[in-house]
């Protein structure tokens, strides 16, 4: 099933002390989004016409209140 969403995010460089060759990847990124609908591990997510697969997911909820999600992305 296809379901598009849009969320406010921003793109980012992964933080090159979290590469390590396997799971997390030189060419991997960084997405922070806007909390609501949850992406998915496997989830294909596109920024700007270039398509992104999400490759983990966390959530930021400082006092246990969600506030944004923090994806590995790769294209």
Do not use: F
């Given at each position: ?38 992406p ?36």
């Amino acid at each position: 099933t296809v379901a598009n969403y849009t969320a406010l995010a921003v793109l980012l460089d992964i933080d090159r002390s979290r590469v390590n060759g396997g799971s997390v990847m030189s060419t991997d990124n960084t997405l922070l989004m806007e909390v609501g609908s949850k992406p998915l591990i496997g989830d294909v997510i596109t920024v700007s016409t270039v398509d992104y697969q999400v490759i983990s997911v966390a959530e930021i909820n400082p006092a246990g209140v969600p506030v944004v999600y923090d994806l590995q992305v790769r294209s």
